[in-house]
């Protein structure tokens, strides 16, 4: 009986350590009301700026940089979702060459990933558009942090999405 106690107790405890290990932090931005969950290994920039749009964040052991910032843009130029997410796909390799290799466009977001032709360094960027504002979460890190970055970026884009 004592053993079947202790092995439930283990499985417990188990159990708890996995859970640990998918803890998340979260960044909130009050400005624009936006959220993005933030896994252990990603490190929040002391800086932010004076209007408080956004934060910049680096990965431990990595050349990665994260960026994500709220945007008046689309209420200044007064553009619809559409036209904004349609000028977001057809720029995003306008002012450096890249090579897109993946892209979605949906009602109120569009994301675009590929590579830097000069340097193979690797993007992924997400553009949500919501209540005249524009929300960015944007990666850019080298191609030999693809495994770990590629988690990373998964968690950090599902989460910004769903906010």
Same mark, same amino acid.
């Given at each position: 009986?004592?053993?079947?106690?202790?092995?439930?107790? %283990?499985?417990?405890? *188990?159990?708890?350590?996995? *859970?640990? @290990?998918?803890?998340?932090? +979260?960044? %909130?931005?009050?400005? #624009?009301?936006?959220?993005?969950?933030?896994?252990? $290994?990603?490190?929040?920039?002391?800086?932010?700026?004076?209007?408080?749009? $956004?934060? *910049?964040?680096?990965? =431990?052991?990595?050349?990665?940089?994260?960026?994500?910032?709220?945007?008046?843009?689309? &209420?200044?130029?007064?553009? &619809? &979702?559409?036209? *904004?997410?349609?000028? /977001? +796909?057809?720029?995003? %390799?306008?002012?450096?060459? %890249?090579?897109?290799?993946? +892209?979605?466009?949906?009602?109120?977001?569009?994301?675009?990933?590929?590579?830097?032709?000069?340097?193979?360094?690797?993007?992924?960027?997400?553009?949500?558009? /919501?209540?005249?504002?524009?929300?960015?979460?944007? #990666?850019?890190?080298? @191609?030999?942090? =693809?495994?770990?970055?590629? @988690?990373?970026?998964?968690?950090?884009?599902?989460? #910004?999405?769903?906010?």
């Amino acid at each position: 009986m004592a053993l079947k106690y202790y092995l439930l107790l %283990c499985l417990l405890l *188990l159990t708890n350590l996995v *859970l640990a @290990k998918e803890h998340h932090n +979260q960044y %909130c931005n009050a400005r #624009f009301a936006y959220c993005v969950d933030v896994p252990d $290994g990603v490190i929040a920039s002391s800086i932010e700026p004076q209007n408080g749009d $956004g934060k *910049l964040f680096s990965v =431990k052991d990595t050349d990665a940089v994260i960026s994500i910032y709220g945007s008046l843009w689309p &209420s200044v130029i007064d553009a &619809s &979702s559409e036209e *904004l997410l349609q000028e /977001r +796909q057809q720029t995003t %390799c306008a002012e450096n060459q %890249c090579r897109i290799t993946y +892209q979605v466009k949906k009602d109120n977001y569009y994301i675009a990933s590929g590579y830097y032709l000069d340097d193979g360094k690797i993007f992924y960027q997400v553009y949500r558009v /919501r209540n005249g504002e524009e929300h960015y979460l944007g #990666f850019l890190y080298p @191609k030999k942090d =693809k495994v770990k970055m590629d @988690k990373i970026v998964s968690k950090m884009t599902s989460s #910004f999405l769903k906010y």
